[in-house]
Every structure is written in C-alpha cells, then in structure tokens.
C-alpha cells in the first residue's frame, strides 16, 4: 500500500485501517474482533477524559486520535461483514442531528433550508424537552424513558444521567431544599439501619441523592470524584516524599504525626 500523501483527510484514515485489516497489513489487527476491541475502547474514552480534565490542548488532540481510530476501526469490522459501513454511521448521526435539530435546521430535514431559518429562540432548557420528544416519537412506543441510558455507565454517572432524563419531563425536586432533607432522611436511615445488607442498600440511596444534588447544581459527578480522587493521590505522593525528607517510615507514624505531614503539603500546595 502507499502511504496516503494527505494524512490529514478522514479517508486516509480508513484506507490505512482497512489496509491493517487486509491479509498484508499486521497481523494483531487481523485477528481483532467487536469483542476483542470494547476494552481499549473504554480506555481510550477514559484518557480523553483525562485530557479533558488536565486541560492539556496536545494530550487531547492525540486522544481524539485515539478514539476515533478505534470508532473507524469497528467499522471497518462492520463493513468486513457486511453489515454497515462508516458511509452509513456518518450519515446516520448526520441525519439525527438534522431531525433532534428542528429548531434549526426546520421541519424539514434537508439542509437546503438552513440559510432562511433564523437563530433560535429556544433556551438550553426548552431544548433538552423538545429532545427527550423527538426520542420519544423515534422509539415509537418501544422502551421508555430511561431504555437508552447504557447500564455500563460507572454507577455514579448513570446515577446522575437517569435523574437527568427524569428532571427534563419535570420529575423533579421544585427546590435544592427538598433533595437536602431527602439526604438529611436518607442519612437518618442509613443510621437505623440493623444488618450489612440494609446499610448497603441504604448507602446507596444516600448517593443516590448526593447524584442528584450534584447533577442540580450543574455538577458533573464522575468528574468531580476523579479529580477529587487525584488531588488525594497527588497529596499522599507528596506526604511520601516529605516523610522520606524527614528519614520517617510511613508505617512507623502515627495517625497524628501522618496528619501533621499531610497538613504541611496542604499548606505548601500552590493556590489554585
């Protein structure tokens, strides 16, 4: 094969994917499947987000990459198969967002209309409700509301994605004060609760309701908790390397001496 001389066009991309998969292209991507592919899938949706979170412009321009080689790549698998090809997944979302996009592109989903529609008077609100209609008539009465949320979502972030769904057709607190006494009673619960089981199933509805009061005050759950989660990796590194400073054994402190180290890193962190 010869290498695409404009690597910057998506068909180059196809061409040397399809060419890997080809008898004289490498022989891992041969034997790759649908199957064999969903965890480096999930990885690499999980280093976009990493990207995303460290703000890196560079780090998230490869992960694009990343990812959207392996979206080609199951494609490809498709089309080997005959049962679609990337032509039909293009045009498929392409015809999705025309249709869910009535307020700009018309009733009409041709694009041929676009340049007479004005800009749309519609707020952000009104827009999720006419979507979550617009879904509604696509399902034509097969699965409900909550059919289309993926149940591998990470529990917190399907937690907080069904509440989503719900609140958009106005199964909703009124107020932030109701979720607050609804955690205050779920807390008191989790309190009385008289065997393992019961605290478990209790625990989860307080963050159940912890999704929800996060998704209300426009809080992203999954995120909040990596980055929660990397700033106590990042300061335990640090109380590491201040103890070693120090000639101290981590598991020769005590609770208190450990709390004096981590209170120096906190102290000596760089505001933010």
Known sequence: MTIPSDLGRFESLISIISHLRSPQGCPWD?????????????EE???????????????????????????VMHAQLADEAGDFSIGDVVAGINRKLISR????????????????????TLTAEEVLVRWEELKKQERHGQGG?????????????????????????????????????????????????????NRAAEFG???FTLANYARR???????????????????????????????????????????RLWNEVKQNEPAP
Request: with cysteine; aromatic share 6%.
């Open 145 to 197: 509301l909550l059919s289309s949320v993926p149940r591998v979502l990470p529990a917190l972030a399907y937690s907080q994605s069904v509440q989503e769904r719900v609140a958009r057709v106005g199964f909703d607190w009124p107020e932030d004060r109701g979720v607050l006494e609804k955690l205050a009673e779920e807390v008191a619960e989790f309190k009385e609760a008289a065997t393992p089981e």
């Open 30 to 42: 041969r034997k790759q499947t649908h199957r064999s592919l969903r965890e480096h899938l999930l």
């Open 205 to 207: 509805d307080i963050l």
């Open 101 to 120: 996009h009535p307020h700009v592109f018309g009733s009409n989903p041709s694009l041929k209309d676009q340049a007479d529609q004005g800009p749309s």
């Open 45 to 71: 949706t999980y280093e976009v987000l990493e990207a995303l979170d460290e703000g890196s412009k560079e780090k998230l321009c490869v992960e694009l990459g990343d990812l959207l080689m392996q979206i």
């Open 217 to 259: 005050q426009g809080i992203d759950l999954e995120t909040a908790l990596r980055e929660a989660n990397a700033k106590f990796c990042r300061r335990f590194s640090h109380l590491e390397e201040l103890a070693d400073k120090q000639g101290l054994e981590l598991a020769r402190l005590t609770l208190d001496e450990m709390n």
